[in-house]
């Protein structure tokens, strides 16, 4: 019996052209290159440009994707961005973006999870399809995480960098068959606001009336982190009578080397199979696996058919796995 999945018609990803080594930021902070790369596998972080917004980041990201997919924005009739760095309190990062692909039609919106809002946003834009909101969607993870560091703080502002990555989605129909359709196959999120002040801004529209800094007890997310994603992948395997030996890609969220590494060990994923760019740009949040992602794809590692693994788990808590076929 056919069924309907939303499969992916191209990616696409930005990031800054402005890069900070390690070694310069320890010009900056009491820190050096061999904690950093030793506790967390990053090398480099991009970082925007003075005037460069979010949504300049989440166009550039939306324009290669549209160009990969080889379609045009007109055909867009939905844009779901992820992002907790928007331009403006509101109206959402989504609607400039939307204007600036020339799009009056459709809809176009936020949707805030921290580092797992590109999982949220692909779950999100999947529903709305099968739900009868449009045929194509644009799913964007942009970040300007450099905006909302305290960089005083050591601890935290070695980790995050700025960037973006989106893909286009298309409702189609396929055979209804889990081990060869293609599209995206299950979806699994989960939230538990007891963790909030594990990982959070000090600020906002209500509370303090200012955009507020990243605060995070590291320490404590590192624990919670395996132990969450291993939860909604092994939910995603269920759901699709797959394993871990069926998948062809884990794209995790790139937060650090070695939470994807013990991940991809207890599920006993090959690490052959694991995409890691943290290295290159940090952990960008919402923008993390959109950015694995297109680096996997452009450079020949995931082709059509490859079976693939999204994970990523933030601040909230919020986690959720995207289990989907190329
Ligand atoms: O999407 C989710 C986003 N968040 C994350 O993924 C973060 C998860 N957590 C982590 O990745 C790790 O906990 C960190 C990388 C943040 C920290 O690694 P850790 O092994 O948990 O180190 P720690 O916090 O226990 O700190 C060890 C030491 C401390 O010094 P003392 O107290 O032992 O003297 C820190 O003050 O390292 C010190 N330290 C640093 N040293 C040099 C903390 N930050 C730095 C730094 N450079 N940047």
Not at 7 to 24: A, I, M, Q
Not at 128 to 154: M, N, P
Not at 242 to 264: G, K, M, Y
Request: aromatic share 6%.
């Amino acid at each position: 019996m056919s069924v309907r999945r939303s499969v992916v018609l191209g990616c696409g990803s930005y990031l800054p052209e402005n890069t900070v080594t390690n070694d310069d930021l320890a010009t900056r902070v009491d820190t050096s290159d061999e904690w950093i790369v030793q506790r967390t596998g990053i090398r480099e972080r991009h970082i925007a440009a003075e005037g460069e917004f979010t949504s300049h980041l989440g166009l550039k990201a939306a324009r290669a994707a549209l160009d990969h997919a080889g379609v045009d924005a007109q055909s867009i009739d939905l844009i779901v961005l992820a992002t907790s760095t928007p331009d403006n309190t509101f109206p959402a990062t989504a609607v400039t973006i939307q204007a600036a692909l020339g799009i009056t039609h459709g809809a176009a919106f936020d949707v805030q999870a921290v580092c797992s809002g590109f999982v949220f946003a692909l779950t999100t834009a999947d529903a709305l399809l099968k739900a009868g909101q449009g045929t194509r969607a644009l799913v964007i993870g942009a970040e300007t995480f450099s905006r909302i560091l305290d960089w005083e703080d050591r601890t935290t502002c070695v980790l995050f960098g700025d960037g973006a990555g989106a893909v286009v989605l298309e409702l189609q129909d396929v055979p209804g068959d889990m081990s060869t359709d293609h599209g995206i196959l299950t979806c699994h999120l989960r939230s538990d606001g007891n963790h909030k002040d594990k990982l959070y801004v000090d600020g906002g529209p209500s509370s303090t009336q200012t955009t507020g800094h990243l605060r995070m007890k590291g320490k404590e997310v590192f624990k919670h982190a395996v132990g969450m994603v291993t939860d909604v992948i092994m939910d995603a395997f269920e759901a699709s009578d797959t394993c871990a030996e069926d998948l062809d890609w884990f794209v995790p969220h790139q937060a650090n080397r070695r939470i994807i590494d013990a991940s991809a060990r207890k599920l006993g994923i090959a690490p052959e199979k694991v995409v890691i760019t943290v290295d290159l740009h940090g952990n960008t949040s919402a923008a993390s696996i959109p950015l694995a992602l297109d680096t996997a794809v452009r450079d020949g590692r995931v082709k059509r058919g490859d079976l693939l693994m999204l994970e990523a788990m933030g601040g909230g808590f919020t986690w959720g796995s995207v289990l989907l076929r190329w």
